[in-house]
């Protein structure tokens, strides 16, 4: 009867070896289906540090060694236009907010301005929002007819990734590239935005 092993080759550690788990970390553990042949190496909550190599050892004679490569991304959210956006007095604020490679879409998108909830039903008006959910999830919010107030931090935070953040500025007959703070003058200038799509698997357990 042979026996089947797990080893995580980073750091040549045994992960298991039948049923039984030889490491402290209890996101590992081996499954086994009754009557069968098959042994899998359950990862519980993937982190990125899970990323590498993994054997999976069988102890015929002579012995046989598979190996897996796998790779652990969190998903991505972006704002496009960030992280500062200039917007004329009296147009449209809109914002478009991207989650990428989730296991699956967000079952709820949230946003937020200056850290409160927007309110779609406030007596200002003006406020919606459309989210389209699929391999990449797009949470657009348009706030129309801006003004001094609507200035700030937008936030965008979906249910199963980390937020994004841009932080809007309203200008009253300004140029964006000369901003004045009291009595600083600060001239900046704004390089095209480039926006870096990461092509990655996002991976539970490897069976």
Request: proline letters at 8%; charged letters at 15%.
């Amino acid at each position: 009867m042979f026996s089947v092993s797990w080893v995580r080759h980073r750091d040549i550690h045994l992960l298991t070896a039948g049923r039984y788990t030889y490491t402290s970390d209890q996101r590992f553990e081996a499954v086994h289906l009754p009557h069968s042949d098959e042994w899998s190496l359950r990862i519980k909550y993937p982190q990125r540090k899970d990323t590498g190599i993994y054997e999976c050892q069988i102890s015929t004679t002579p012995p046989v060694g598979h190996f897996v490569y796998l790779t652990v991304v969190e998903p991505i959210t972006e704002i496009l236009g960030g992280p500062e956006l200039f917007i004329n007095e009296g147009s449209t604020i809109n914002l478009t907010c991207l989650v990428q490679y989730a296991p699956e879409p967000p079952p709820t998108i949230t946003w937020s301005h200056n850290g409160k909830p927007i309110n779609f039903d406030s007596p200002r008006g003006g406020i919606s929002l459309v989210t389209e959910k699929g391999a990449t999830t797009t949470s657009r919010l348009l706030v129309q007819k801006a003004s001094l107030i609507d200035s700030g931090l937008y936030n965008c935070t979906p249910s199963n990734a980390e937020p994004a953040t841009i932080r809007v500025h309203i200008l009253n007959g300004e140029h964006p590239a000369a901003m004045y703070h009291g009595r600083t003058s600060t001239i900046s200038c704004l390089p095209p935005i480039t926006i870096l799509t990461f092509i990655l698997a996002f991976v539970t357990s490897v069976t």
